[in-house]
């Protein structure tokens, strides 16, 4: 049986172009102790959703080795397991990834891409944050703030603008009731939803009307109480709902 949590998102649609519909696969954090061929089976069963793409919310190798050949041998696993996913994969940098800055190299070798970095497909805009070497979302770069506020700017016009980082630092801040910088960047910049990973359990609260979402584990180490899943996320017009799959069905 599937869990289903439906967010529906209505928004202002005068001046929209009649963007496609689209359907995207959301993946867990892989490692943090590993279950050998869970993340595996997690893609595989995945694959029947029919995606137009797939993103994570970081945690792709365990990372943690003192020497780039050790790193370089994970990144190599990890892109061996996901080889057979034919479309498009974004992947969000965890704390497994990119831990201290002197690795933060082989990150940009085996991605391909920046550890922020921002994309469009179908009118709705993704922003992808690199939160994981930092505690507290107060510590992260000064720099990280203002390429936030620019490329959210840059996208206003957007139908839909998902946000997703590893840590759910702005989870701690807020359950606290503390006052959060990037909260309130999103919050100004109508951003439509976060999704984030790390705790490898799934959590769900609308603060000031922004959904966030943890997704649970699709390989790494879980609970008693927990299970394997991964998300689909559909976007129709100016709404999306989500859909959280267990690994096994009930």
Not at 51 to 67: H, K, L, P, R, S
Not at 94 to 121: K, M, V
Not at 129 to 151: I, Q, S
Not at 172 to 179: A, F
């Amino acid at each position: 049986m599937r869990k289903l949590l439906v967010l529906m998102l209505i928004g202002v649609s005068i001046g929209l172009t009649q963007e496609d519909d689209f359907s995207f696969v959301i993946l867990g954090d892989r490692t943090g102790d590993h279950q050998e061929g869970v993340y595996g089976a997690v893609v595989e069963k995945s694959l029947a959703e029919g995606a137009d793409f797939y993103i994570t919310v970081g945690d792709q190798i365990e990372g943690y080795a003192n020497f780039f050949h050790d790193i370089n041998e994970q990144w190599e696993e990890y892109f061996g397991i996901v080889e057979h996913i034919p479309v498009e994969l974004y992947l969000v940098p965890g704390n497994h990834d990119i831990w201290d800055d002197a690795f933060e190299g082989l990150w940009r070798e085996w991605t391909g891409r920046e550890p922020n970095y921002s994309f469009d497909y179908e009118g709705v805009h993704f922003l992808i944050l690199d939160n994981g070497r930092w505690d507290f979302t107060a510590d992260l770069p000064e720099e990280t703030f203002a390429w936030v506020v620019d490329d959210l700017s840059y996208k206003e016009d957007a139908r839909l603008t998902l946000v997703f980082f590893h840590k759910p630092l702005i989870y701690y801040t807020l359950t606290e009731n503390e006052g959060d910088r990037l909260h309130k960047i999103l919050l100004e910049h109508g951003v439509d939803g976060v999704f984030m990973g790390h705790l490898h359990t799934y959590g769900y609260t609308d603060y000031d009307g922004i959904p966030y979402t943890i997704i649970g584990s699709s390989g790494g180490h879980i609970s008693a109480e927990d299970f394997f899943q991964y998300a689909v996320v559909n976007v129709e017009r100016d709404s999306y709902t989500v859909e959280i799959v267990p690994l096994e069905s009930e």
